[in-house]
């Protein structure tokens, strides 16, 4: 019973990780329709900007929470004011396409300044782990999870009851509709792509001491982030959470009972069956109904 | 007129020695060999999750070539190196073949690990270019053997797994039973294959899990290792993957766990992420760890300076091998008594002994490689090394078993 309890601790950690990056994915999707294959990139930059401020200038842990979503908000809402604007009206393959290359060339521009294979981040908190009936937690990863979650069950309550959130959901449902009724598609967009951005960044700060820095977290978070959104419904925030938890928890799960070589195997598998068997996702926010 | 035999000798005659007239002006025209130049080709991955291989490989080639060349390089001529990124498989091969088809090197490196040297094995055999295989354990590249096939540092997976199995028995340490942690790609499924003919072979107790490269969660792995009384770890992968694995058995409570690793794991870039990493053991392709005496310190300068910043764990193993590496090539380039064609560079190659950095004024950081015609590992020694106070030490050599 133990080692299920520590196994589903794990899932859930990385889980909680999985569940931020595609809640940004999901808020820029749902707010523009836009998929952001940046969004790794941009975690990327929150993890760097996490080691910047912990490491190489050693200030309070806390500065990295502080800073880094509003700073990594801003580099989104510039990327999405110079480049996906004039991109508005063409074809969504162009769009998608854009933010392709644009994660790929954050990545290497990371890559070609900072020439190093991995920087280790160390957790906001050490020492020895608690134990409860023979189930080790250390508060580090009881940080990770709760401090996800609650982060991403804030964004769903901003994206539901916020002004902002509103015009978001609005411009979602109709975006004629949405100007009719005084919301600015520019500014609505703006702040779309910054809070993405943010839950990016915050992502990037949490996973930052769990997987390091590398250009390879930009393919693992948007990856993840991805594939736990699609499994939810790239429509639902609570989708989003729901999914990024499933994922992580059914991949520690087949690592340990099925086979540890199929830890990475079974978030496609996953993402293949839910494709066909509910492509909607299992947790849409809009109901189908038989007409 | 009837043409008799004595007249047609006298033609073949002519055509020896005219022959023999020309022949000096096309041995000038080798493959890779100008005037002024001899052309290296090297391969290795320079992104992604194998760059800690083929990044220093470069940067340690290129430190003893700019050398060599500042002492007015071999034979009159200076080294120049191609360096092709590569690091799939199919990237690898397409590599190799535009160094040897387009830019006509002369010797071509494969400073790229086992997947690189398993896609270009077949192709370096067919075509004869003398090759020299730095990192690549895996026994594709080294079987069947091939005169112009060498390898360096890195020893034979049927060396390195006895001498990493015996590191758990240091100190008088007795393991009950060891769990072998293996990445499923190819330079630990190479190494995996001898570590468990041995513990076979010795009656060794072990379990093994597996993992993907570049993995961050191994709670599974390291849970079943929990269930099955493991006391020692065996890690076969690179020093990201076995510093997240460290940490998290921590985290799970797995104490007083003896933790030994694979060559590709030694580096310091593994202490940032563990913290406290003392004790953790595994094994060094070369004499001394940087940091370790005069010699390396000298050589982690001098790297330094040429890349401007240290980026963080380097110099690394691959560094030094590398650096080590190229002089043993210039060591056999100068053996041809600079008749460069590529026959006399093989029979020069083949015929090394105690060659590397210090016989041609470098500095002495890998161990010395010796050749023969039928055996072309250079090297058959590791330093075991040990993490203490937060940097790595070799405290004694493993010779060959």
Redesign the interface.
């Known amino acids: 019973m133990a080692?299920l309890a520590?196994?589903l601790i794990?899932?859930a950690k990385?889980g909680a990780i999985y569940a931020l990056a595609a809640l940004g994915l999901v808020v820029v999707h749902k707010a523009t329709k836009t998929v952001n294959f940046a969004h790794g990139a941009f975690a990327m930059l929150g993890a760097f900007s996490s080691y910047l401020v912990v490491v190489h200038w050693q200030w309070p842990y806390w500065m990295a929470y502080v800073l880094t979503p509003p700073l990594i908000g801003v580099v989104a809402a510039l990327i999405e004011f110079l480049i996906l604007r004039p991109l508005r009206r063409a074809d969504m393959f162009t769009v998608v396409i854009a933010t392709v290359f644009l994660g790929i060339a954050l990545s290497e521009a990371f890559?070609l300044t900072y020439?190093?294979?991995?920087?280790?981040v160390?957790g906001m908190f050490?020492g020895m782990?608690f134990?409860f009936h023979g189930v080790?937690m250390?508060q580090?990863?009881l940080w990770v999870i709760a401090g996800a979650l609650v982060i991403c069950v804030a964004c769903v309550l901003l994206f539901r009851y916020g002004r902002l959130g509103r015009g978001m959901r609005a411009m979602a449902s109709n975006v004629r509709g949405a100007q009719l009724c005084g919301y600015s598609v520019d500014r609505v967009y703006m702040f779309a792509w910054f809070l993405g951005g943010a839950m990016a960044g915050l992502a990037g700060v949490f996973v930052a001491p769990?997987?390091?820095v590398?250009?390879?977290l930009s393919i693992?978070i948007i990856s993840a982030g991805f594939v736990a959104g699609v499994i939810g419904g790239f429509d639902s925030l609570k989708g989003a959470i729901l999914g990024g938890l499933l994922l992580g928890v059914s991949?520690?799960l087949a690592?340990?009972?099925v086979s540890?070589?199929l830890?990475?195997c079974i978030s496609f598998l996953l993402l293949f069956v839910v494709l066909m068997w509910r492509p909607e996702g299992l947790f849409p926010e809009t109901v189908a109904r038989r007409v | 007129m009837r043409r008799g035999p004595l007249h047609r000798i006298a033609l073949a005659l002519a055509a020896a020695a005219l022959a023999s007239t020309v022949a000096p002006s096309a041995m000038a025209q080798e493959a890779g060999v100008s005037d002024t130049e001899i052309t290296i080709g090297a391969i290795g991955a320079l992104?992604?999750?194998i760059?800690?291989i083929g990044?220093p490989g470069r940067d340690g080639m290129t430190l003893a070539i700019d050398e060599i060349n500042a002492k007015g390089g071999v034979c009159g001529r200076k080294l120049k190196l191609n360096f092709e990124h590569a690091s799939t498989p199919a990237e690898s091969l397409a590599a190799v073949k535009k160094l040897v088809e387009q830019d006509k090197v002369f010797a071509l490196v494969l400073a790229s690990g086992s997947t690189g040297a398993a896609a270009a094995a077949d192709y370096v055999r067919q075509v004869g270019v003398p090759t020299y295989n730095l990192y690549g354990s895996t026994p594709i590249i080294r079987e069947p053997f091939s005169k112009n096939v060498f390898h360096g540092a890195i020893v034979p997976v049927e060396v390195a797994a006895p001498g990493l199995i015996g590191l758990f028995y240091d100190d008088g340490h007795k393991p009950q039973k060891i769990g072998v942690l293996a990445g499923?790609y190819a330079f630990p499924q190479a190494t995996l294959k001898a570590v468990e003919a041995h513990l076979k072979s010795k009656k060794i107790d072990y379990a093994l899990?597996?993992?993907?490269q570049?993995?961050?969660?191994f709670?599974?792995?390291l849970?079943?290792f929990?269930?099955q009384k493991v006391d020692s770890v065996l890690i076969l992968g690179s020093?990201?993957e076995a510093?997240?694995a460290i940490k998290?058995a921590r985290?799970?409570?797995m104490a007083n766990i003896r933790w030994v690793l694979d060559g590709s794991a030694v580096s310091r870039?593994i202490v940032?992420?563990i913290?406290n990493a003392d004790g953790i053991r595994g094994y060094f392709n070369n004499p001394a760890f940087p940091g370790q005496n005069d010699t390396v310190r000298e050589f982690e300068a001098r790297l330094k300076k040429q890349l401007g910043s240290m980026?963080?764990?380097?110099p690394n193993n691959y560094d030094m091998i590398a650096y080590g590496s190229t002089y043993v090539i210039a060591d056999a380039i100068t053996g041809t008594g600079c008749q460069l064609t590529r026959d006399k560079f093989l029979a020069s190659w083949s015929s090394l002994k105690n060659a590397g950095p210090k016989t041609m004024g470098g500095l002495d950081v890998s161990f010395p490689e010796s050749f023969t015609e039928t055996d072309h590992q250079g090297n058959y020694r590791l330093g075991a090394a040990v993490v203490k106070n937060g940097e790595w030490q070799v405290y004694r050599v493993i010779e060959r078993p």
């Open positions: 080692e520590l196994v794990a899932g990385f890559r020439n190093t294979e991995l920087l280790a160390p050490v782990p134990v080790f250390t580090e990863t769990v997987s390091g590398s250009v390879e693992a991949e520690s690592a340990a009972y540890s070589a830890k990475n | 992104t992604g999750p760059a800690f990044t499923t899990e597996q993992f993907d570049s993995a961050r969660d709670t599974s792995q849970v079943s929990g269930r020093f990201s510093g997240f998290q985290e799970l409570g870039a940032p992420i913290g980026p963080q764990g380097r």
